[in-house]
């Protein structure tokens, strides 16, 4: 991964010349809850709770009164999966989200901290606003070696929920294979999820005879894989994708997939509503 390179590519994106000058992709996540109160006409309809409307048979919406400064946190699960890519590493795509949702929480006046995680917490760093700490976390992003590390996702949720104690607009970046659960998280901190994929990974191509590592231990196949074996593989990923849609939906998680041949900060910028 050329660090140097992802820290200025994410750098300018978010003060260049031609982004520079656009809204923070944060704009509008400032904001706290206050009241409820009868919709007009005119109101954002984004802003209706749909269950206070249930229950009184007429729409209502939420009031917020802004926050001066938000506590922005990336949640990094890098286990031995995020060790693959065909046009560039998961990881290294990663490094590049942290990089633009750091350097951006900077440009908002926002604290800014990174969390790594696989087998365990392997990192934590403290709440900052500088240009040098983003640097610091997006290079220990780099350095970390996920190869053979395991990701427990239920001891990552269980950390996330005991270790952040600030309300936070949280970002958790992982391909997000495996048993997830984050309503707990959801109802106390504002929780994204930006799923990392490489393309092959969900449109594989029948290989012949082969070996295979697990990334994540120490096992490995060799066998053919064929036509019978991939779209097994592909059915296994397709209900895994399905549960986490459903779960993230249930619990009001917004989400967005990004692969590794992709523009990240246009995504980012489509999700978050940034102008």
Not at 65 to 73: F, K, S, T
């Amino acid at each position: 991964m050329n660090i140097k390179k992802v820290l200025l590519k994410a750098r300018k994106q978010v003060f260049g010349e031609m982004l520079g000058n656009n809204a923070s992709l944060f704009q509008g996540e400032g904001f706290e809850f206050t009241e409820l109160r009868e919709y007009v006409h005119g109101d954002d309809v984004r802003k209706i709770d749909w269950k206070t409307t249930a229950k009184l048979g007429k729409p209502f919406i939420k009031i917020y009164r802004e926050e001066r400064e938000l506590n922005v946190v990336t949640a990094l699960m890098m286990g031995g999966s995020t060790y693959f890519g065909t046009v560039k590493q998961k990881s290294e795509l990663m490094a590049e989200l942290t990089a633009l949702l750091g350097f951006s929480a900077v440009k908002n006046g926002d604290l800014f901290s990174n969390i790594i995680f696989a087998d365990k917490l392997y990192s934590m760093s403290r709440p900052n606003k500088k240009f040098f700490g983003i640097e610091s976390i997006v290079r220990e992003v780099e350095k970390f070696d996920m190869l053979g590390k395991k990701s427990a996702y239920k001891e990552f949720s269980d950390t996330l929920y005991k270790r952040i104690r600030r309300k936070s607009l949280l970002f958790i970046i992982s391909d997000f294979v495996g048993e997830v659960d984050f309503a707990l998280l959801s109802k106390k901190h504002d929780v994204v999820a930006l799923i990392v994929r490489d393309k092959f990974e969900e449109e594989p191509d029948e290989l012949g005879y082969l070996r295979i590592l697990d990334m994540e231990g120490d096992k490995s196949f060799e066998g053919n894989i064929g036509h019978v074996e991939i779209q097994s593989y592909k059915e296994a990923l397709m209900e895994n994708d399905k549960k986490l849609y459903a779960h993230l939906k249930k619990n009001a998680i917004r989400f967005t997939k990004i692969y590794t041949h992709e523009e990240p900060y246009l995504k980012l910028a489509k999700l978050l509503g940034a102008k």
